[in-house]
């Protein structure tokens, strides 16, 4: 028996290709969608234009906001358009925010189907690329300047037979050689720091952490008319590497020490706020300047360098509490006025098992 559309085999057949197409629009769908979400979600930005220069895919990286997206729009036509002639380029894009961001726009064309674009945000490679530039500008500086210096004294030592002055110039050459050595010490110490995150960790009793830094720290201050009061640690205790929390604490002790004047005090404190241990180290000093708060805990940066000089700091001391601080889940701030002092505070969060440790 046939109908209008011919016999039943016909229309079974018919039916299992209509039911296939189906399968396939289907497959199809959801395989175009499982692409959709992937793109959305790539860290990397991507645009995709068609064949007259429309926009027909934006990823969400890709997706700026404000006047950002503006500068980064006026790019992106310019090298699209190009990129549509089956030219490929590429382009670093600045942009001075806030925030201050770094990107890399690749464009290549799609055979006859449009162009695509590629938004690489680079901001923090090329934070860290400026680190290490500054770095290296830096440590050259502060092992030339007092190898230099050791050069010069050697030199004139030699040339001079006077024994008061040549015992005058090995002691300025003992204080040069001394400063390498603090800064080479001081450098091995933030390296080992980095490398090791938080190291052997432990239930340090802040008690112990005041105490060594005590011993470290009240002949120097004494020396230098400070009076250095350290509290007894309330009880509390915190779970990390015991030399690492003694090296901050006892680094921000002699920063505070240094920028005091004679007659002045530090004062070393702890107390438990908000599920962590803040340790706090407050001077009666010479405060830092507001346009310098941001830049502390940098390597190498003084707030004075002539006082630094004078003092032997190397300008490493604030950037090895701030790793300590990262490397046990922590921050460290300052709060600070100009001439009235600084107030630098550790936080340290409390592990559950040091909860009501004495």
């Known amino acids: 028996m046939k109908s209008l559309f011919g016999s039943r085999a016909e229309l079974d057949r018919l039916r299992r290709e209509l039911d296939e197409c189906r399968s396939e629009i289907t497959v199809a769908r959801a395989r175009e969608e499982r692409l959709a979400a992937a793109v959305e979600m790539a860290p990397i930005g991507l645009v995709v234009v068609d064949e007259a220069g429309r926009e027909v895919l934006r990823s969400r990286a890709a997706r700026l906001g404000s006047h950002a997206e503006v500068l980064l729009d006026e790019a992106l036509e310019e090298l699209l358009r190009d990129a549509l002639g089956g030219a490929i380029a590429q382009r670093r894009l600045e942009l001075f925010g806030p925030p201050q961001r770094v990107l890399l726009i690749s464009t290549v064309p799609l055979g006859g189907h449009g162009a695509m674009a590629v938004i690489d945000d680079v901001s923090e490679r090329a934070r ?118 003694v090296s901050a604490v006892s680094n921000l002790v002699d920063n505070a020490v240094k920028y005091t004047d004679r007659g002045g005090t530090v004062a070393v404190r702890a107390q438990a706020a908000g599920g962590a241990v803040e340790i706090e180290v407050c001077d009666t000093g010479v405060g830092i300047p507001a346009r310098d708060i941001d830049r502390v805990f940098e390597r190498f940066y003084r707030v004075d360098r002539a006082r630094s000089r004078d003092t032997g700091g190397t300008g490493l001391g604030l950037a090895i509490v701030r790793h300590v601080a990262n490397n046990h889940g922590g921050e460290v701030s300052v709060h600070s006025r100009e001439g009235e002092g600084s107030t630098f505070t550790l936080r340290i969060p409390i592990d559950d098992e040091t909860e009501g440790t004495a």
């Not at 830096?138 to 030199?155: C, D, Q, R, W, Y």
């Not at 003992?174 to 239930?203: F, H, K, P, Q, W």
């Not at 105490?211 to 470290?216: C, D, F, N, T, Y």
């Not at 009240?218 to 030399?243: C, F, H, I, K, S």
């Open 128 to 245: 860290l690329d400026a680190v290490r530039t500054d770095f290296i500008a830096n440590i050259s500086h502060e092992l030339k300047t007092p190898v230099g210096a050791l050069a010069v004294l050697a030199e004139t030592l030699v040339d001079n037979d006077d024994l008061a002055v040549a015992h005058r110039l090995a002691g300025k050459m003992m204080s040069e050689a001394y400063r390498v050595s603090a800064t080479i010490d001081d450098l091995l110490e933030l390296s080992r720091i980095e490398l090791g995150g938080r190291g052997e960790a432990e239930v340090v009793s802040l008690a112990a952490v005041f105490g060594e830094v005590a011993a470290r720290h009240r002949l120097p201050a004494e020396t230098a008319g400070v009076t250095l009061q350290v509290g007894p640690g309330n009880g509390l205790a915190v779970v990390g590497d015991r030399l690492q929390l």
